[in-house]
């Protein structure tokens, strides 16, 4: 059985400026990462092949050429095969048509028991790739935002929260899961695996004209208009003093405020 | 003569000679009551629907959807309430919009919304914006102008509609939850749909030390500034409260890297890859501050901050800050609340 996990590049949350005189984010000199929901999800695609060495993941991802680096990371942390869908029309393709795009390649690989990918993208993901696909695949069922997944008896299982409440939610597979980071740190590749994922491993490039997709065909639904940034918030008091009165003054204007 | 204005004046636009009208709603009824953010979704619904000339349907599905709850619906802004007891299958969901042709249909973000606004999009091959924190309508081509975060809060990207319907998922705690009106009258009507059986879901115990950070009064939450005996004093302060605030609801919490620590689970983490939360107080304890966790605590009412550091970003987001070792405020801060 085959399990795709599929990827996305992003600029890091952390090293993007955000220019408050230009209501813009600056993205120059943004490191590039593998979107971190999506690491979890190739890190739990891996555990379950450990568990079961039958299992071939598939990486999967999308976009520009430089897209590759985050393959090859997948490459040397372990998964069998890594897949770029790249030409100009993916690179312009919609939500909707990049679901069908993927979708395509998926449907090519044969014997694709689950598709796992991260609850969203921390840069501009809206989290609809999962449920988006699952139509595409042919109404497959979503596990939408688990952690805890375990496979067992031809089923997906993962830990799920809902208003407010845990739930174990289980499907038959085939199945999409969307995966939340959890505490459990995922896995890192070795130096050397790295450097093999360079020099020997390869990254397979597919076309949409090769998959027989127009994933523009769909018109683009959405157009941007601006950026808004949130109001900054006023600069804080600082409560001087020894702790003993700091803690003192700090408890006495709470006390006026009427929030304690 | 140009009388495109008038014609305005009477609703004719384009739009409405395609078919689509309306502003759609899909409440969800796990429980034998309605949820507070799909009330908040029919009462931003109502604003647009009055701005746009349009009426306020809301479909009600879910195992406890009635008679009485659709009723509900309509004292709380909707003009017609569909309702029918179940999960109604993709394919059906979309014969029933295919049919009624929503201009504006909207969700709460949260559990069903979440997984259904995407699954019908693409089923309509259609736009959807999700975790939308403001909505208007441009009266000129009546479509929707939606912001939504980005880079977790971190900027809000606002984009508009293009073609009908068009799907947005509302973020829960925006917007208020209207009146209750028991004078307001509409249609209640019980529709046919294609039912499944239920999703299989077991619920679980929660994990140790639950409260949901989202009902919480007061939340201490700590951060990697917290090393050895740091978790514990944050404990004591938060007991230290219980015993002065018997009737608040008091929750611990951490920040990202707490729970990268492995000191908190992930429902006690605030931040934007967590939760959001609006306690009337907040303690940041150890948490230097990056802008997903003021993104979370945004609409905290009062923001305590306590650090060695003096330069560290959260006192430039917090109300009150107090710079200083964690191990000689807190048990300070403990002995004040006791005495």
Known sequence: MRIVVCIKQIFDPETIKISRSQQAIDERGARKIMNPPDRWALDAALRFKEADPSIEVIALSLGEPEVEDVLREALALGCDRAILLSDAAIVKARTAGLAQIIAAAIKRLRNVQLVMTGHMALDTGSGTLGPRLAIELGDWPVLLSVDQLRLEHGHVTGLQYADEKYYDSSYPLPAVATVLQTPEHPRYPHGAEIINAYRVRNVEIWSSLALGVDPTALPAPTTGRQLRLPPARQMGFIVEGSPQEAAQTLVAMLRARRVI | MDLSFLEQLLGASAEEEEGYRNIWVVAIAWEPHLRPCDLQVIGKARNLADSLGAYVNVLLVGDNASEDLARE???????????????????????????????????????????????????????????????????????????????????????????????????????????????????????????????????????????????????????????????????????????RLPHKAIALAGSRGAYDEGWIGPQQMVDLTGHTVAPALYVAVGIRGTFQHFGATEKARCIVAINHNPDAPIFKHADYGIVGEVEEVIPALIEVLDS
């Not at chain 2, 309509?74 to 029918?84: E, L, S, T």
């Not at chain 2, 499944?196 to 949901?212: A, D, R």
Request: hydrophobic share 45%; glycine share 8%.
């Open chain 2, 73 to 243: 619906l309509i004292a709380y802004g909707a003009d017609a309430a569909f309702w029918g007891a179940g999960y109604p299958t993709g394919r059906s969901l979309r014969d029933f919009f295919e049919k009624h042709k929503p201009e504006i249909l909207l969700f709460a973000d949260a559990a069903g919304g979440r997984k259904m606004a995407p699954r019908l999009a693409q089923r309509l091959k259609c736009a959807l914006v999700t975790h939308a924190a403001d909505l208007s309508i441009n009266a000129e081509e009546r479509s929707l102008v939606v912001a939504a975060p980005i880079y977790h809060g971190a900027a809000y990207r606002v984009v508009e509609c293009k073609a009908n319907p068009q799907i947005a998922t509302i973020q829960a705690g925006i917007f208020p939850t209207p009146e209750y009106d028991s004078w307001r009258s509409g249609d209640v009507e019980e529709v046919e749909l294609v039912w499944k059986p239920q999703p299989p879901l077991t619920p679980v115990e929660p994990p140790e030390y639950y409260i949901p950070l989202q009902k919480a009064d007061i939340i201490i939450a700590g951060g990697r500034g917290l090393r050895g005996s740091g978790w514990q004093l944050i404990e004591e302060l938060a007991a230290a409260l219980a015993r």
